[in-house]
């Protein structure tokens, strides 16, 4: 079993920056792809951020040029740099990674809140 676990989140005046960063127990290296996803209440999950093993991102269009993700195989962690935060962020962050072998799997999700 793989567990993820999230930490950074929390409030935001809208304009600043959040760091968000996604603990994994196996190593990322045996992941395909990793991400980041939220959901905001009342919507459906939505895909934020990808980044495969090989390094390319995909990134959400509300989120192009704002925000970085990152991932580091030494440390086994997903990283995700939210600047220019803007109210319409506000969500639950979800940190996933997939593998064509092992599935998919999630953490428990992280509040981030933008206030105007």
């Known amino acids: 079993q793989v567990q993820l676990v999230e930490s950074g989140g929390g409030l935001a005046q809208a304009g600043t920056s959040l760091r968000l960063s996604c603990a994994v127990s196996?190593?990322?290296?045996?992941?395909?792809?990793m991400g980041w996803y939220r959901q905001a209440p009342g919507k459906q999950r939505e895909l934020v951020a990808t980044?495969?093993?090989?390094?390319?991102?995909n990134y959400a269009d509300s989120v192009k040029v704002r925000f970085t993700i990152s991932r580091d195989s030494a440390k086994n962690t997903v990283d995700l740099q939210m600047n220019s935060l803007k109210p319409a962020d506000t969500s639950v962050y979800y940190c996933?990674?997939?593998?064509?072998?092992?599935?998919?799997?999630w953490g428990q999700g992280t509040q981030v809140t933008v206030s105007s």
């Open positions: 196996r190593s990322i290296l045996s992941f395909n792809i």
């Open positions: 996933t990674v997939k593998s064509v072998l092992a599935g998919t799997y």
């Open positions: 980044i495969t093993a090989g390094g390319s991102t």
